[in-house]
C-alpha cells in the first residue's frame, strides 16, 4: 500500500522543548516537503528537500531543520527557537515525469505547545 | 500581490447543485495546476491534475485552466454532503515549488 505517513498525529510539547515529526513515504518519489498550516492562512513552505542529503529552506524555515539521509525520510524538527509553534503541519512528496508534476500528502502531525 | 487568489468563501450550497471554485494567479509560467481536498484535521488530497491549458473531467469533478486569463476553476456536478471540505488550487511552474490558495470551505446541505 503505496503512500505517505506521519507520524504521531497529535503531539504536545512543552515550552522550550525540541520535537521531531516524522515523515516516511514508499512511493520512491525523490522531492520531499514540509509546510506549515494555520487557519486562514494556507500551506506555508518550510523546507524541501530534491535528493537526499540535500535540503533547501523554504519561506518560514527559522525555528526548524531538517534531515534527508534516507530517500524515504524526511524527518522535520520543532526547534525551541520557534516563537509560535502550535500548527498543523504537512509532508507531500512529489512525482516529477513527463507532463506530470504532482504533489501528494501525508495525513498531518497537529503540534500543539503547552 | 499574492502568486496565487481564492476567495476563502464559506459557500454553502443545497444537495445536487453545481459547484464553481476557482483561482487567480500572477504568474505566467505557471503549467501544472492542481486541485485538492481537505476534510478537518486531514491532509489534502488530490482530486484533479491538469498539465497547461485546457478541460479534464473525472466523474462529476471538471477542472478548467484559461492561462490567458490566468484562472483556474474546479467544478463539482451533482454536489453531494461528502463534498463538504475545504478545496485548495496549487500550482507550479517548471521547477520544485508550489503555490497554494488559502482555500474554499464548502458546505452541501442535505
Known amino acids: 500500500d503505496g503512500g505517505i505517513t506521519q507520524s504521531p498525529k497529535y503531539l504536545f510539547r512543552k515550552e522550550g522543548q525540541n520535537v521531531t515529526l516524522s515523515c516516511e513515504q514508499n512511493l520512491n518519489h525523490d522531492a520531499m516537503y514540509w509546510y506549515r498550516q494555520d487557519p486562514g492562512q494556507g500551506l506555508r513552505l518550510i523546507y524541501y528537500s530534491q535528493i537526499v542529503n540535500d535540503f533547501q529552506k523554504g519561506d518560514i524555515a527559522e525555528g526548524y531543520s531538517v534531515s534527508r539521509e534516507k530517500k524515504e525520510s524526511f524527518p522535520l524538527t520543532v526547534t525551541s527557537a520557534q516563537k509560535n509553534p502550535t500548527a498543523f503541519y504537512l509532508c507531500?512528496?512529489?512525482?516529477?515525469?513527463?507532463?506530470?508534476?504532482?504533489?501528494?500528502f501525508g495525513p498531518g502531525t497537529r503540534l500543539t505547545v503547552l | 500581490q499574492k502568486e496565487v487568489e481564492q476567495d476563502p468563501g464559506p459557500l454553502s450550497v443545497p444537495e445536487g447543485a453545481i459547484v464553481s471554485l476557482n483561482c487567480t494567479y500572477s504568474?505566467?509560467?505557471?503549467?501544472?495546476f492542481m486541485w485538492y481536498r481537505q476534510y478537518s484535521r486531514k491532509g489534502p488530497e488530490l482530486l484533479m491534475y491538469?498539465?497547461?491549458?485546457g478541460n479534464k473531467e473525472d466523474g462529476r469533478f471538471t477542472a478548467q485552466v484559461d492561462k490567458s486569463s490566468k484562472y483556474i476553476s474546479l467544478f463539482i456536478r451533482d454536489s453531494q454532503p461528502s463534498d463538504s471540505a475545504t478545496y485548495l488550487c496549487a500550482m507550479s511552474a517548471a521547477g520544485n515549488q508550489f503555490y497554494f490558495g488559502t482555500g474554499t470551505s464548502l458546505t452541501v446541505i442535505p
Open positions: 491538469t498539465y497547461s491549458s
Open positions: 507531500a512528496s512529489k512525482v516529477t515525469s513527463g507532463i506530470y508534476n504532482e504533489q501528494f
Open positions: 504568474n505566467s509560467a505557471f503549467q501544472y
